[in-house]
RNA sequence: GCCGGCGUAGCUCAACCGGCAGAGCAGCUGACUUGUAAUCAGCAGGUUUGGGGUUCGAGUCCCCACGCCGGCUCCA
């Protein structure tokens, strides 16, 4: 918080070391900003009329928002037209968008990262500088600077800041280190394109990515890290366990589900039909076509268009691939006349759609064309929908938890009010929805963001969202409520008065898609699947031929479990110990002389190590326990 | 779709300035009969993603297509 330097009892104009003004802040402050600029222990500072305490990532957003700017300074010496858009820290780092007549490729970086480290090594100072909006349009006119230009226009009131630093300038709200020798430890990662101001119609900038720290150790430890975080990669795990796979000659955005993941599938499946069975949904199966007719209805034609398969023809009829289960779950309701008595009414599906997804969004497993989404759709009164939308919160937080997912984002999706010819339906209808939906989240007392735009085009939503192994996040879990279809199909339902009314309907998904929910659960895994899912729950190791007899006779004492004798009695036991670690198989039991000796078994647990020895009726109840709890390894 | 990068054996990767496509792992065969993360030997495996071009000669240079990777836009 900025305050008064007087307030805390210091001069302004007096030369204070910082670590003496951060003692009258008190409080856990790594550094002080004053003058728009950051000062750090061991630094004496002229003081300003304002203060402010900086805390430790506060401070790390400084760095990184001042290494944009230094990179923006390196560009702008090495390439003379370049442009600058916008460069601001981000979660890991920071990026500027530039625009350049000639391409910046990935060996520009090279040079770009050497002139940046000249530059930090000039130890220029840093100044902040207030500007009339006039006089930093005639200063951006004269670089040629037009993305500022714009940026200037909206920015309120008459005034602006910029910061100079040698010959670059930059406008900026600031603040910034105050010298460019504070900047050392930094790396530029990667490059792509980036439109300007999001807006795909406008120009398209080089976005360049990088990273800065205060310490080496720190860069270091982040650049580990990633390597790390690579190693999670679900399409690397995939191919490794034999999980699933992507065939170019069946086509992009496809997915083979190989036997190793079918089972985990399978596993998941099973525990959500048991689970939908309990909190009272019905199943129901739908085609994976249907006639045109019926997406004109739904509305898909009009506002889903971009994401269908175009259709085809026979008898003179026209089908649709589905891009979504909805429209089929409606009928289904509409097939009789249905009573108050009856709701709420729990459709339940694993159905496969198909979404045209652009070539360039696709990603392995978590973004792709067919997906098998464990949909459901919930009829109602407009009485029960926050109590629905709420147990449906519940029931996926709760799932999500079972499989160990900590980073969850939620957030309430609405319309976007600068653009509602987006969105079928009336404005009233969408208010009701969205009022709903808010209410179900404060009486779940979950924390939340409202993100505009973010609705579906027949309704809002809450949309839960996942982290992956790099960071990403991904959704999830969504709850939709929606007046719209109902009224498009003509849903009705006898209410006690006797009368017809009109059922809410709510869309929703837990897992989201068992493609992406598969990813998200190899990466949070690192493809050490719990006992109850792993493809391969125990391995048995007869250390040589002489234990063979005896390794079967265990074996079928354990025919319940997923169960793979390796009889490769040629190899050495290190050598098929880490197989089994490779591919990571819960349990090893290996078997030598010894073990048959004893009638025990001698278990090793993949990530745990050596357990000793056991006889196999422990170990059974052991790994019976295990599977009924769901246990994480 | 857009920007940048990449595409060599099932996998991971070599191949100098354009000059005979190569290794490890995996697979197969055989020897070894083994005590908690790699025993040894042999064999087989390729239209260098596909198509066109330049060249005496192309994995390497150019063009097109396809696919993949990182982003942008878009979305479970």
Redesign the pocket.
């Known amino acids: 918080m900025r305050m008064n330097s007087h307030d805390v009892g210091l001069n302004p104009g007096e030369l204070y070391e910082v670590s003496d003004i951060i003692k009258k802040l008190g409080a856990n402050f790594v550094g002080i900003v004053t003058n728009g600029l950051l000062y750090l222990p061991g630094e004496r500072v002229a003081l300003g009329d304002t203060v402010e305490g900086i805390t430790a990532d506060e401070a790390l957003d400084i760095l990184r928002h001042s290494t944009a700017h230094l990179m923006a300074h390196a560009v702008k010496s090495l390439i003379r037209d370049a442009k600058l858009g916008i460069g601001p820290a981000i979660e890991n780092g920071f990026?500027y968008d530039i625009y350049t007549k000639e391409?910046?490729?990935?060996?520009t970086l090279q040079l770009v990262e050497g002139k940046m480290r000249e530059l930090a090594e000039a130890r220029l100072p840093v100044q902040r500088q207030v500007l009339s909006k006039d006089a930093a349009i005639e200063l951006f006119s004269s670089l040629g600077e037009t993305f500022k230009l714009e940026l200037i226009d909206d920015i309120e009131g008459d005034e602006v800041s910029v910061y100079r630093q040698g010959d670059f300038v930059d406008l900026c709200r600031g603040p910034h280190v105050s010298n460019t020798a504070h900047i050392k430890h930094f790396k530029l990662?990667?490059?792509?394109?980036?439109?300007w101001r999001?807006?795909?119609n406008r120009e398209?900038l080089?976005?360049i990515?990088g990273t800065a720290f205060w310490t080496d150790e720190d860069l270091r430890e982040y650049l580990h890290n990633l390597e790390e975080a690579e190693k999670r990669?679900h399409?690397?795990i995939g191919?490794?366990l034999d999980l699933f796979s992507?065939n170019?000659d069946i086509?992009?955005?496809l997915i083979l589900w190989h036997p190793n993941g079918a089972i985990i599938r399978k596993e998941i499946e099973d525990y959500w039909r048991n689970v939908h069975l309990e909190k009272g949904y019905q199943f129901v199966y739908s085609p994976h076509v249907a006639r045109t007719r019926l997406w004109e209805i739904s509305g898909h034609l009009g506002f889903y268009k971009?994401?269908m398969y175009p259709p085809m023809e026979l008898e003179n009829q026209t089908y649709l691939v589905k891009p979504m289960n909805c429209p089929f779950h409606v009928q289904i309701y509409k097939a009789k006349t249905r009573s108050y008595r009856e709701l709420p009414l729990r459709f339940a599906e694993l159905g496969t759609v198909y979404?045209f997804?652009?070539?360039?969004?696709?990603?392995?497993?978590?973004?792709?064309?067919g997906?098998t989404?464990d949909d459901a759709h919930v009829f109602c009164t407009r009485e029960q929908v926050e109590d629905e939308v709420t147990d449906i919160m519940e029931l996926a937080l709760d799932m999500y938890r079972l499989f160990g997912f900590e980073n969850l984002k939620i957030e309430l999706?609405v319309r976007d009010p600068m653009n509602k010819d987006?969105y079928v339906g009336e404005d009233d209808v969408w208010e009701l929805a969205e009022k709903a939906l808010e209410n179900a989240l404060k009486r779940a007392g979950k924390e939340y963001v409202v993100a505009e735009?973010?609705a579906?085009?027949y309704g809002p939503?809450i949309?839960i969202?996942v982290r992956d192994a790099?960071?990403?996040y991904?959704?999830?879990?969504?709850i939709?409520v929606d007046f719209n279809l109902p009224r498009r199909f003509g849903m009705k339902y006898t209410g006690k008065d006797g009368r017809e009314h009109e059922p809410v309907m709510i869309h929703r998904?837990l897992?989201?898609?068992l493609?992406?929910?598969f990813a998200l659960l190899i990466e949070q895994y690192s493809g050490w699947f719990p006992l109850w899912i792993a493809p391969e729950q125990i391995r048995i190791i007869p250390?040589?031929?002489?234990?063979l007899g005896y390794a079967q006779e265990v074996a079928d004492k354990l025919r319940e479990f997923r169960i793979r004798m390796d009889d490769?009695?040629?190899?050495?036991?290190?050598?098929r110990?880490?197989?089994a670690?490779?591919d990571k198989v819960p349990y090893?039991l290996?078997?030598?002389?010894?073990?048959?000796?004893e009638g025990l078994v001698?278990?090793?647990h993949?990530v745990k190590?050596?357990l000793?020895?056991m006889g196999v009726e422990e170990l059974a109840k052991m790994l019976r326990e295990e599977i009924r709890q769901r246990a994480h390894l």
């Open positions: 990026y391409k910046i490729t990935e060996d990662l990667s490059i792509s394109g980036a439109y999001g807006d795909e398209q080089t976005r990515y990669d399409r690397k191919r490794q992507i170019e086509g992009p955005g971009e994401n979404r997804e652009r070539s360039g969004v696709l990603h392995g497993l978590l973004r792709v064309r997906f989404q999706s987006k735009g973010e579906k085009f939503a949309d969202k790099i960071g990403r991904w959704q999830g879990p969504t939709q998904a897992l989201g898609s493609e992406r929910f250390i040589t031929e002489e234990q490769d009695t040629g190899s050495k036991l290190g050598y110990i880490r197989q670690q490779m090893v290996v078997i030598g002389a010894r073990e048959v000796q001698a278990v090793r993949g190590g050596d000793g020895k």
